[in-house]
């Protein structure tokens, strides 16, 4: 049987046993996630969901759905099968035929170029022949090519125009898919570093704690010190149209620029410096909300604690002491296993870049 047939039976299998009883909670989540008013009203995006949770989605066990159906099969199957993990979401350009069932294209999202075949032959692919045609959707590994994989969305060259407008959005939003190319994330990683450097040149650390109602402005004056630090080359400065910031005027927000973790905003990090300067603070309410909101919150990095309890890893280890009722513990022995507990997700990858390319 040829592995692009192949292939696709194992995709149908796939998705008779992901959309089954067993992860029916789970498949519902990352639905709502992808549609958070509750209502499904875009075919790609809710299979670009569907599949994001298959093939990456880490489930209570540590697997992925792909990885639990892998185990299943041997061999050239299973080999097949978890390959998926590397699957890619984009919008491919196409720019000719490759062979009798499928197309050389350009994935404008990554910027990379890839084969791609649907397993059910040159039927599944005549409406992306055309040069300049745009297919919206996902692809994943079989052999050398890749196999077009869950609903795709195709446009016809005079359509393209419209399509690749929304390139830029869906790069700012899943920066994981630009970073598929090494090119693209070796810039990014050097254009944060330069970054950096501009912040810690223009305050003098990599730490700054601003009101809230200056963290636009301080934004806007760190962009365009970067800006002219690097020469101008765009032309004269132009204000970036920013958002708006959802701080109350009086939250003390510390704007950390990690060399790692690339800028993040962390609100009352003033209270926290308290507790973190007399561990005895930590008895009241407001310090305990915050210390544990840093803690135990998902969306919040290492990085602010970390900060924290470099002042004095013994003081750190004594307000971790009050506040898990732990007497034995110590920041220096058991600080950073406190951190891999609660922020298993920021461990789980590689840091990622915050500056996107485009």
Do not use: C
């Not at 994001?52 to 299943?72: C, D, K, M, N, R």
């Amino acid at each position: 049987m040829d592995l692009m047939e192949r292939a696709g039976d194992l995709k149908g299998e796939l998705m008779e046993f992901a959309m089954s009883p067993r992860f029916g909670r789970a498949v519902s989540e990352a639905i709502l996630d992808a549609f958070p008013g509750g209502v499904v009203n875009d075919e790609a995006v809710f299979s670009a969901a569907v599949e994001s949770f298959i093939y990456t989605e880490p489930l209570e066990s540590g697997q992925t759905v792909l990885q639990l159906f892998a185990e299943t099969f041997s061999g050239t199957d299973r080999a097949l099968l978890l390959g998926w993990s590397d699957h890619v979401q984009g919008i491919f350009e196409s720019k000719q035929p490759y062979g009798d069932d499928g197309i050389v294209a350009f994935n404008h999202v990554d910027e990379l170029t890839y084969r791609i075949r649907s397993n059910m032959g040159a039927e599944g692919i005549t409406h992306l022949l055309a040069p300049g045609a745009v297919m919206v959707g996902g692809i994943v590994p079989v052999g050398d090519d890749w196999m077009i994989s869950g609903a795709s969305m195709g446009f016809p060259p005079e359509d393209a125009p419209a399509v690749l407008a929304g390139v830029r959005q869906l790069q700012m939003k899943n920066p994981k898919m630009v970073f598929r190319n090494p090119d693209k994330l070796e810039q990014a990683r050097r254009l944060q570093a330069e970054q950096r450097d501009s912040f810690i040149d223009l305050y003098g650390s990599d730490l700054v704690v601003v009101p809230g109602n200056e963290v636009k402005q301080t934004m806007i004056a760190f962009y365009r010190h970067d800006y002219e630090r690097a020469g101008n080359k765009g032309g004269p400065w132009t204000e970036p149209d920013l958002p708006d910031f959802p701080f109350a005027p009086d939250d003390k927000v510390a704007l950390i620029f990690d060399e790692e973790d690339g800028l993040g905003f962390y609100v009352n990090f003033d209270v926290a410096q308290e507790a973190f300067a007399n561990p005895a603070l930590i008895i009241r309410q407001r310090y305990r909300d915050v210390v544990t909101g840093y803690l135990r919150g998902q969306d919040v990095t290492p990085v602010p604690l970390r900060r924290l309890a470099a002042q004095d890893p013994g003081k750190a280890g004594e307000v971790f002491r009050r506040l898990l009722k732990k007497k034995d513990f110590s920041w220096e022995r058991d600080g950073e296993a406190l951190l891999r507990t609660h922020k298993s997700n920021w461990f789980a990858s590689p840091r990622l870049p915050r500056v996107i390319p485009v």
